[in-house]
């Protein structure tokens, strides 16, 4: 079991840029990766980046290069987003989500077993 609190959600004007933190408690030592979901009104939760928590290799969707950047800091078994150049688009739910069990299928949510309760993330245009 894994739980993880995700923080630093808010309203920010485009071109702006807002943080997200996801803190796991429990059992950590079990998690492989480690992932940022979005989701809207509406539509299904998208995938938006994902890091391997021991490697640190990181995946982002297409929409996302080049202005977001997920990391990790093992120590405080924290992962991070780095959101820089928002966009309106941007505004969603944003989830973290852990998962024990390697899958080259990262950018699925059913491949994640642990969830956080998720943080809203507004860009105002």
């Known amino acids: 079991q894994v739980q993880l609190v995700e923080s630093g959600g808010g309203l920010v004007q485009a071109g702006g840029s807002l943080r997200l933190s996801c803190a796991a408690s429990g059992r950590t030592f079990s998690v492989y990766t480690m992932g940022w979901f979005r989701q809207t009104p509406g539509k299904e939760r998208e995938f938006v980046a994902a890091?391997?928590?021991?490697?640190?290799?990181?995946y982002y969707t297409d929409s996302v290069k080049g202005r977001f950047t997920i990391s990790r800091d093992n120590t405080k078994n924290t992962v991070y987003l780095q959101m820089n150049s928002l966009k309106p688009e941007d505004t969603a739910v944003y989830y973290c989500?852990?998962?024990?069990?390697?899958?080259?299928?990262?950018?699925?949510?059913?491949?994640?077993?642990?969830w956080g309760q998720g943080t809203q993330v507004t860009v105002s245009s």
């Open positions: 890091i391997r928590w021991s490697g640190g290799s990181t």
């Open positions: 989500a852990a998962t024990p069990t390697y899958s080259g299928s990262y950018f699925r949510a059913i491949s994640y077993r642990d």
